[in-house]
């Protein structure tokens, strides 16, 4: 009777140990289940927040560029000579691929426009990074603007491009595009809008 009850307790104890591995088995799959979710959450909120900046960044090279736009034609000579400089300002960025522009302007005005910079940012905007000032929350394809603290490559780069519209010689068409990117693999957003010359008609 008692090796019959010997042998009893192995084998309870040896199903309660196959219990356990098959418990322990369960939880880590439903651990490495969880921190798989996790990681793509992570990784999908990280792409939004890119997404996000990029949105801000394409959009403000519009507004940049629409802002030199309604300086030159409500501060020229006339209308039609503040068209003429700036589309002759812009001319790079309808004979290259894309262009950057200067942005460390601290104010618009017809005095600084004409001295204000454009560049050919090269193949796929390798000569337009965005740098960002965590001072003061800004971005700018400088990396030297005075005041405004340190700068770290911000991983974006913004190129803008011009494009004439057939038959008109009073709109153009301007496009803004943000690239980045992220574990290898790249992203981009394009923003457009049309420019008219609205005044001087």
């Given at each position: 009777m008692f090796n019959n009850l010997k042998q009893k307790n192995k084998k309870e104890s040896g199903f309660t140990l196959v219990e356990t591995l098959?418990?322990?088995?369960?939880?880590?799959?439903?651990?490495?289940?969880?921190?798989?979710?996790?990681?793509?959450?992570?990784?999908?909120?990280?792409y939004a927040k890119y997404r996000i900046t990029a949105s801000y960044l394409a959009q403000e090279g519009i507004e940049y560029i629409r802002n030199m736009r309604d300086t030159y034609v409500l501060y020229g000579a006339d209308a039609s000579t503040g068209w003429t400089d700036f589309l002759a300002k812009m001319a790079?960025?309808?004979?290259?691929?894309s262009c950057g522009f200067n942005d460390t302007l601290s104010s618009f005005d017809i005095n600084s426009l004409p001295?204000?910079?454009?560049?050919?940012?090269?193949?796929?905007?390798?000569?337009?990074?965005?740098?960002?000032?965590?001072?003061?929350?800004?971005?700018?394809?400088?990396s030297l603007v005075s005041g405004e603290g340190t700068p770290i490559n911000s991983g974006f780069t913004r190129v803008?491009?011009?494009?004439?519209?057939?038959?008109?010689?009073?709109?153009?068409?301007?496009?803004?595009?943000?690239?980045?990117?992220?574990?290898?693999?790249?992203?981009?957003?394009?923003?457009?809008?049309?420019?008219?010359?609205?005044?001087?008609?």
């Amino acid at each position: 009777m008692f090796n019959n009850l010997k042998q009893k307790n192995k084998k309870e104890s040896g199903f309660t140990l196959v219990e356990t591995l098959i418990a322990v088995a369960i939880l880590s799959l439903a651990i490495v289940g969880l921190m798989t979710i996790l990681g793509k959450g992570i990784s999908d909120t990280n792409y939004a927040k890119y997404r996000i900046t990029a949105s801000y960044l394409a959009q403000e090279g519009i507004e940049y560029i629409r802002n030199m736009r309604d300086t030159y034609v409500l501060y020229g000579a006339d209308a039609s000579t503040g068209w003429t400089d700036f589309l002759a300002k812009m001319a790079l960025c309808k004979t290259t691929t894309s262009c950057g522009f200067n942005d460390t302007l601290s104010s618009f005005d017809i005095n600084s426009l004409p001295g204000m910079t454009v560049v050919d940012c090269g193949s796929g905007g390798a000569n337009c990074p965005l740098f960002y000032y965590p001072d003061t929350g800004r971005y700018s394809y400088s990396s030297l603007v005075s005041g405004e603290g340190t700068p770290i490559n911000s991983g974006f780069t913004r190129v803008i491009h011009i494009i004439s519209v057939a038959g008109s010689l009073t709109e153009i068409k301007v496009s803004s595009t943000v690239s980045w990117t992220k574990n290898s693999v790249p992203y981009s957003i394009t923003f457009s809008d049309n420019l008219l010359k609205w005044r001087g008609e």
